[in-house]
């Protein structure tokens, strides 16, 4: 195996320190807000209403060549300070919310009755009260949900999985960005529940941070160009169709095929056709089968 061409440069510890005076946070602010994110000394510490110039020069050697970088006319916000300021917007650190269970305008795949919402402990949950069935658990940073109306907030959430699970099954992770390797696990239905079968589920687990991303297989196949085809020949615009029409998570629309080497199956209906998908456990397509 080559080299790699990242390497640790700074130790964590380190770089986080460096954000820990306040003073260093308005900067990266007013980078940010700045035009091209770049900015004077003096329009910096103007910005920052700092007074002495020497204890602001020591502010900006704190973040220099990490968060910060200097240009001919003065500095300029890096990767790291972008993210920093990411992080912050999107409330993960700073904001918090919570709404009750409200009925949704989509109905559960299962049994038609409205599905719920709700939000709370920086988790968008959404279940069907009536079958059981559909119990969708999904960690959403609270900021994701700011500048919308409340009745838009199953809409955004189902936005944001769509984002997440893509961005999975493309290879990286939502929480670090490092490599994912996706693979089939098998949900054991509940101990007071052996009648029921044994879900495959797909998961997304990151190799450098260890973080998994799950869903059903439904949702993980559903931008496969036959299952684009095939909701396209009944008029379905699988991108325009909210989510939860094509979640799987009973033993019809998956199933375990075989255990060693482990086959699954995911199965999609439109009016009276099925397309049905088999896959091994590396989540490769091995078979398509339609009837």
Not at 136 to 165: C, K, M, S, W
């Amino acid at each position: 195996m080559s080299e790699s061409l990242v390497k640790e440069e700074v130790p964590p510890e380190k770089a986080f320190a460096a954000l820990s005076d306040p003073t260093r946070i308005a900067v990266l602010r007013a980078l940010w807000e700045a035009e091209d994110h770049t900015a004077t000394f003096s329009e910096l510490r103007a910005a920052v209403a700092m007074d002495d110039s020497g204890r602001f020069n020591y502010h900006l050697s704190k973040l220099r060549g990490r968060f910060i970088s200097r240009i001919d006319d003065g500095y300029q916000l890096q990767l790291a300070g972008t993210r920093v300021i990411g992080a912050l917007l999107s409330g993960a650190y700073t904001q918090t919310g919570s709404t009750k269970s409200v009925p949704m305008d989509q109905s559960c795949p299962y049994c038609d009755c409205p599905l719920t919402f709700q939000y709370e402990d920086e988790q968008a949950i959404i279940d069907c009260d009536d079958c059981e069935q559909v119990q969708i658990q999904l960690p959403v940073p609270p900021g994701v949900f700011a500048g919308y109306d409340h009745e838009t907030l199953p809409d955004v959430t189902e936005r944001y999985a769509r984002n997440l699970v893509q961005q999975a099954r493309t290879g990286f992770c939502m929480t670090c960005e490092g490599r994912v390797s996706p693979q089939v696990t098998v949900e054991a239905p509940p101990s007071d529940a052996e009648d029921l079968s044994r879900i495959p589920m797909a998961q997304y687990e990151c190799e450098r941070c260890g973080e998994t991303t799950n869903s059903d297989l439904g949702t993980a196949f559903l931008n496969h160009s036959d299952v684009i085809a095939f909701y396209h020949h009944h008029n379905i615009d699988v991108r325009e169709t909210p989510l939860w029409r094509f979640i799987a998570v009973d033993g019809d629309s998956a199933r375990i095929l075989h255990e060693e080497p482990l086959r699954t199956s995911v199965t999609y209906t439109a009016d009276n056709d099925r397309l049905t998908l088999t896959a091994d456990r590396n989540l490769d397509v091995l078979a398509i089968e339609r009837e």
